[in-house]
């Protein structure tokens, strides 16, 4: 979509050296250009890597920009063009740090912005500018009729429900605990709707002043987007707007009810440019255990339909490594394959995104040895099927794998508050144990071969909790902090604001009905 400014001969190495790393060796164009904002609860970030910080309200009401220019992302603006390392950026610096050749997430995240686009960043906007976005990810609520398991209540009213109905789940100590242990209510503080909503207000603003002219790329994602009211009236202001030139994307999960996607389909022709954002990593029975919720054989039918009957430029397909994918992740590439070749194009497009959080769920919590194995497994299909792109199996997809495979082999900790082997595997066997009650599933029977290393795990049988706890993280995101008093002390920022809006509680009711009845009275 739009721009690529990797030159036809160029390697991404060369093009990290020439357009990147020239203006600084931290530097990342997504921290002024891009940004992901969860408008339900005020959250924001600048990719998906980095864990997201509060939007003071503050600064909100002084500018509708800052739902995007908080001052703390300035702040981190300012350590990259300074050459410093971001440490909520440790997700590249540890590719990185594999080898001088190894490249991260933020020379692919960069590739998009002109050349001059990344000067500007530096020479003419700075670190203190509040920077019209070019690409933009939005999430206006939690709505989503799945409960995946690396997901958790602050992404999912299916999630909320569960644990609303049978409590937090139990025995869990490891980094990634709390993530099971709350029921989304700060995530949905102005109610399903967002009546009054401050952030959803300063989008539309934003929108209707600068960013439909701005934007390169508009992402919608929850969630599930296709059950939330605000994003059927950004379909309706499309109906009338035919004309606007930015590239529109949803992220779907594709297994909505059968009348809105439907209704997803008509919408899609609408709009010059409308690109489809879904996510699978595994394939039949075990997609649809890590993904709960999941139809397999709905997935892949709306897949081809939306190839054949929507008006889609690109379909993509965002894989979130797992350590449970790896065990049928070559079969999903055979399923894509298949679809790139019966219609004869690139799409799906696959992307592969290392879960890094909840650190239990990790590629890195398996045995070594079934790792190494997994590794050559994937290598062996990469080789066998890597043609040079006639296949449609493209050279950045081959690329993600083999930075897939070389995290498999190489990385033994998902980030730097990684909680220690032993604890994130009791963790591993107690979530799952539950997981499976809760969700009427069979951990041994879906992955046989992870049954010896996981009925060799000692159980864990610690004090129950009584309730829920608070699932905030924005509240306690200890890089914000260390920023921020850095900031103080040095006098980058006077008298900095960091509100925090109040949380109410939230019934879901029949969410996809009460969607398909917006629609038809609007």
């Not at 934007?215 to 919608?220: G, I």
């Not at 939306?306 to 379909?315: D, F, P």
């Not at 309730?467 to 306690?476: E, H, L, M, Q, R």
Request: charged share 25%; hydrophobic share 35%; net charge negative.
């Amino acid at each position: 979509m739009g721009v690529f400014s990797k030159k036809e001969k160029e390697s991404y190495v060369e093009y990290r050296d020439r357009a990147v790393n020239s203006i600084s060796p931290s530097f990342c164009g997504a921290k002024w250009y891009n940004a992901t904002i969860w408008l339900g609860n005020g959250t924001t970030a600048s990719c998906h890597h980095p864990p997201a910080h509060k939007i003071p309200l503050e600064e909100v009401a002084t500018s509708y920009k800052a739902i995007h220019n908080t001052q703390y992302k300035k702040l981190i603006r300012k350590q990259m063009l300074e050459g410093e390392r971001p440490k909520e950026c440790e997700y590249c610096w540890k590719i990185e740090d594999m080898g001088k050749d190894k490249i991260s997430d933020r020379v692919y995240k960069s590739i998009i912005y002109t050349d001059q686009e990344l000067k500007d960043a530096k020479t003419e906007l700075g670190w203190q500018e509040d920077v019209d976005l070019k690409t933009l990810e939005i999430a206006f609520d939690p709505n989503c009729n799945f409960a995946c398991s690396y997901c958790n209540a602050s992404f999912s009213t299916t999630w909320q429900n569960d644990i609303k109905k049978n409590g937090p789940y139990q025995n869990l100590v490891s980094d990634g605990a709390a993530a099971f242990q709350h029921d989304g209510n700060h995530a949905m503080p102005y109610g399903k709707k967002n009546e009054g909503n401050p952030y959803v207000e300063a989008f539309w603003k934003w929108w209707e002043g600068e960013l439909q002219f701005s934007l390169r790329e508009l992402r919608v994602t929850g969630g599930e987007p296709t059950m939330s009211q605000d994003f059927w009236k950004l379909m309706k202001w499309w109906e009338t707007n035919k004309d606007c030139q930015v590239d529109f994307a949803v992220n779907s999960n594709l297994g909505q009810k059968d009348e809105l996607f439907e209704e997803l389909l008509k919408a899609s022709h609408n709009i010059k440019s409308f690109h489809l954002y879904t996510s699978c990593e595994s394939f039949g029975s075990q997609a649809e255990y890590i993904r709960d919720g999941l139809n397999w054989k709905k997935w892949v039918s709306n897949v081809e339909r939306m190839l054949t009957e929507g008006n889609v430029k690109s379909i993509n397909c965002m894989m979130t490594i797992n350590a449970l994918c790896l065990f049928s992740i070559t079969e999903f590439m055979d399923e894509i394959l298949r679809l790139k070749r019966t219609y004869k194009t690139s799409s799906p497009n696959c992307s592969f995104n290392i879960l890094r959080f909840p650190s239990f769920q990790s590629i890195v919590t398996l045995p070594k040895e079934i790792r190494m194995e997994r590794a050559d497994h994937i290598e062996k299909w990469v080789n066998d099927n890597y043609d040079g792109g006639a296949n449609f199996f493209l050279d950045w997809e081959r690329d993600g794998m083999l930075r897939m495979i070389s995290y498999i082999r190489e990385i033994e900790t998902g980030h730097s508050h990684t909680s220690s082997i032993e604890t994130r595997e009791r963790d591993f066997k107690s979530f799952y144990i539950q997981y499976d009650v809760r969700r009427n599933k069979n951990f041994t029977e879906t992955f046989p071969m992870l049954k010896e290393w996981f009925d060799s795990i000692p159980m864990t049988d610690i004090q129950q909790l009584n309730g829920v706890i608070d699932g905030d993280d924005a509240k306690s995101n200890r890089y914000v902090d260390e920023v921020m008093e850095t900031a103080k002390k040095e006098g980058w920022v006077l008298n900095p604001q960091w509100a925090n809006p109040g949380a109410q509680d939230y019934v879901e009711p029949d969410q996809q009905d009460e969607m398909l009845n917006f629609i038809k009275n609007n």
